[in-house]
Structure formats: structure tokens, C-alpha cells
């Protein structure tokens, strides 16, 4: 079983619908991630959490939101979903070291 | 503006050969460099890492090299192998260990 999951694998929405993206793992690490790809301008950092009641903004935090349900357990959250939002959405996960960081597998995610 | 730098977005090599990546960064407080491979429809995975007080790390067929005052990384893979074609991220971690800034990925391709 993969260390770190996410779900859905992909999806199509519309402009101004809410969708979570769903983040699971299981390699008992208490930093967790999330980051979006965009073609050229590799991952970039949306939020991350240290621990279950830790939550920091990344580089690019705005219509976005979070939620860290359990240690296991980091969800994204598009309020209300624009087109410039089409992207792959990864999550990661690290331990208190923080240097390597382990990701999931992505979320593709268009929005129409 | 971004701190982490792929100029080269695609390289093509013969199999056998050596593959060069290379990454320059802008910041000096980034203090821990990684290298991470991402094949198509799956996330990002850890490769090489090197720390700011290394000019040098190796792992089998991968080495990565630092240039402190030129703010340059290259990863050498030798010798290249048609698996090894994939997506490579050049990432750099800030001082405080709590972000990691990426490039915008080189596209490797060794042919046969």
C-alpha cells in the first residue's frame, strides 16, 4: 500500500464550486503539505502543517484553505473553484527533520 | 521572481552516457539542496540531497555537486539509462527547514 494517498486522482468541476482534496498517510510523519504544479513553475507550496493544531500559509495561500483532521489527515479545500486553479495538486509528508519531504501521488484537477 | 532556477527545460542523451543537471538558486539562506525524479502520473520522488557544508554527495550513479559561491547545483548521472528518463526538480531548503523552494523541473530524456 502507497505510504501517502490522495484523493480523487482527478476531477472536473465547475467555476464556483467547492471541492476538498483529500490527503492520507501512513508513514506516522507529523509535517504535512500541500503544493500545486503548473507546467514551468515546478511545485509550489499552498499550506503546511507541523502538527494537528499547526497551520501555516505557503507562497500561494489565497482561495485556498485547509484542514488537518488527524495526523494522518490533510485536506485542501477551493472555496469556490476558478479556471486558474487547473493544476496537479500534490501532497507531502516529512518527519520533525523536515529534509525530505514524501509526496502522494497528485490530484489533477480542471476547472471549467 | 524565482529562487530556484532550471534553465534547461528538456535534455536529451544517449544511453551510457553522462546526464547533466544543472540549477541555480538565488538565496543564501537556503542551507540543504534536493533532487527529486517524478515519473509521469506519479508524485515526486526523493533522490539525492546535499547540505550546505558539502561540495559533494554521491549515491551510486548519482552525484550531486554544490558551488556555494556561484549558487549552483548540478546532478550527473553516469551512466544514463533509458529509466532514468523522467522529470527532475531541483529543491532548495530555507534555514529554518520549513519550505522547500523548487525549480521548474529539466525533462530528461536517454534514448537507446
Known amino acids: 500500500d502507497a505510504d501517502v494517498t490522495q484523493t480523487p486522482r482527478n476531477r472536473i468541476t465547475k467555476t464556483g464550486k467547492r471541492i476538498m482534496l483529500e490527503c492520507s498517510q501512513t508513514k506516522g510523519h507529523d509535517r504535512m503539505y500541500w503544493y500545486r504544479q503548473d507546467p514551468g513553475l515546478g511545485l509550489r507550496l499552498i499550506y503546511y502543517?507541523?502538527?494537528?493544531?499547526?497551520?501555516n500559509k505557503g507562497e500561494i495561500s489565497d482561495g485556498y484553505s485547509v484542514s488537518r483532521q488527524a495526523q494522518a489527515k490533510f485536506s485542501l479545500s477551493l472555496e469556490s473553484a476558478i479556471p486558474n486553479q487547473t493544476a496537479l495538486y500534490f501532497c507531502?509528508?516529512?518527519?520533525?527533520?523536515?529534509?525530505?519531504?514524501?509526496f502522494g501521488p497528485g490530484t489533477r484537477l480542471l476547472v471549467l | 521572481d524565482q529562487q530556484v532556477k532550471q534553465n534547461s527545460p528538456s535534455l536529451s542523451v544517449q544511453e551510457g552516457r553522462i546526464s547533466i543537471l544543472n540549477c541555480d538558486y538565488t538565496n543564501s539562506m537556503f542551507d540543504y539542496f534536493l533532487w527529486y525524479k517524478k515519473y509521469p502520473a506519479e508524485g515526486p520522488t526523493f533522490l539525492i540531497s546535499?547540505?550546505?557544508?558539502?561540495d559533494k554527495n554521491e549515491d551510486g550513479r548519482f552525484t550531486v555537486f554544490l558551488n556555494k559561491s556561484a549558487k549552483h547545483l548540478s546532478l550527473h548521472i553516469v551512466p544514463s539509462q533509458p529509466g532514468d528518463s523522467a522529470v527532475y526538480f531541483c529543491?532548495?531548503?530555507?534555514?529554518?527547514?520549513?519550505?522547500?523552494?523548487f525549480g521548474g523541473g529539466t525533462r530528461l530524456m536517454v534514448k537507446p
Open positions: 546535499i547540505s550546505s557544508i558539502k
Open positions: 507531502a509528508t516529512s518527519d520533525l527533520l523536515g529534509k525530505t519531504q514524501y
Open positions: 529543491a532548495a531548503l530555507n534555514n529554518a527547514g520549513n519550505m522547500l523552494t
Open positions: 502543517s507541523f502538527d494537528v493544531k499547526d497551520i
